[in-house]
Each structure stands twice: as C-alpha cells, then as structure tokens.
T-cell receptor, first 115, second 113 residues
Framework: GAVVSQHPSRVICKSGTSVKIECRSLDFQATTMFWYRQFPKKSLMLMATSNEGSKATYEQGVEKDKFLINHASLTLSTLTVTSAHPEDSSFYIC???????????FGPGTRLTVL | AQSVTQPDIHITVSEGASLELRCNYSYGATPYLFWYVQSPGQGLQLLLKYFSGDTLVQGIKGFEAEFKRSQSSFNLRKPSVHWSDAAEYFCAVAMNRDDKIIFGKGTRLHILP
C-alpha cells in the first residue's frame, strides 16, 4: 500500500524559533497533500491543501504567514511553523493523494512541543 | 458546508460484545464517507470507505458500515470486539474522492475485559 512518512516524529523547540516538518510520499507521486492539526483528545483540523508547484490553500482562520507550506516536488511537502509559541504545540499530520486516487494516505504525525 | 457529527464521545463495551459507532453527516449531495481508526501514538488507518454502490461496506479488521441516505448516517459496526480495538474512531466526509476530508470529533472506544 501507499506509504507516507513524516520527519521528525517528535520535536521540541524554544519559543520564537522556527520548525520545519517534512511529509514524503514514498512510493507514489502525490499531486495533493493536506496538512492537519490535532489537539489533545480532539479531532483533526484541516489547515491547508497543497498542490505540487502552486501555492497552498489555507483554511479559514489559519495564518499562512505563520504556517508556511511548500510543495516543491511530487513526493515532498514541508510545513514550517515560524516564530513558534507554546500555543503552537500540537500533533501535526499530513496526508497525500494522487490525481483521481480513491483515498488519502496519512503520515504517522509529528508531535511539536514549544517550550 | 459539509459537517460530520459523532454524537458519542466515549463508548465502552465488553470484549466479545457487538459494537456500533454512530455518524451523521450534513451534505447536499451523496458524499464520500470514511471511517478511520487512530490507536494511541499511531497514525490514522483507513477502516473502510463508501463512494457509491452497495450501501453496506466491508472493511478491515472485521468492521462494516452502512450508508443510509434517508438518515444521513454512516454507522460503523463490528459483531464482536477485541481488546485491540480500543482506539479513537473518526468518521469523515469529502466532496470528491481526492478532495479535502472533514473529520468528526471522534469516538473513543474502551473495551472491558
């Protein structure tokens, strides 16, 4: 089956620093990738939709200058949390899909803790 | 706008008992419907999906779900649960098969020995 990886799986950073999270599709070309955020014991909230080679589409209420998304190739999308604050601490999950695919494939998630 | 409602935050069943997790959706047309499971510390795993055709869908791990248009529901069932089924279950909806997915708030399943 299709595999999506995320790196790192866990990151701890100081307040004010930036953190980059990678999402890779390992065995297929992902035309579209999605980034979700999951608060403790809460559901997944879609942050943005990323299409290869174009700007990401952000959901209402998500700060695009704070959560920078790049989808430079068909196998890699990155989420950069800029000037991180403790309230950005969360579980970030990406998913990937190919054109006219039947499902999205989810990565294992990245736990971000901002001190 | 699409939305998904999972009315039960927690469900507790005894091992070997049957299970039904409820899901209702709000969408004008026939949506694409999914059930995902998330075990502690694990990523999301797709249990089953409905796009069209037979309204009773079989999934992995012995799960099934039934799409009922008249009730706007897509309930998940399993005839006999195992302790390993304890996890968080998410119902989700999308407009198209590769469109963004909107998740319900989830139902935490607890299994009594």
């Amino acid at each position: 089956g299709a595999v999506v990886s995320q790196h790192p799986s866990r990151v701890i950073c100081k307040s004010g620093t930036s953190v980059k999270i990678e999402c890779r599709s390992l065995d297929f070309q992902a035309t579209t990738m999605f980034w979700y955020r999951q608060f403790p014991k809460k559901s997944l909230m879609l942050m943005a939709t990323s299409n290869e080679g174009s700007k990401a589409t952000y959901e209402q209420g998500v700060e695009k200058d704070k959560f920078l998304i790049n989808h430079a190739s068909l196998t890699l999308s990155t989420l950069t949390v800029t000037s991180a604050h403790p309230e950005d601490s969360s579980f970030y999950i990406c998913s990937a899909t190919a054109h006219q695919a039947y499902e999205q494939f989810f990565g294992p998630g990245t736990r971000l803790t901002v001190l | 706008a699409q939305s998904v409602t999972q009315p039960d935050i927690h469900i507790t069943v005894s091992e070997g008992a049957s299970l039904e997790l409820r899901c209702n959706y709000s969408y004008g047309a026939t949506p694409y419907l999914f059930w995902y499971v998330q075990s502690p510390g694990q990523g999301l795993q797709l249990l089953l999906k409905y796009f069209s055709g037979d309204t009773l869908v079989q999934g992995i791990k012995g799960f099934e779900a039934e799409f009922k248009r008249s009730q706007s529901s897509f309930n998940l069932r399993k005839p006999s649960v195992h302790w390993s089924d304890a996890a968080e279950y998410f119902c989700a909806v999308a407009m198209n098969r590769d469109d963004k997915i909107i998740f319900g708030k989830g139902t935490r399943l607890h299994i009594l020995p």
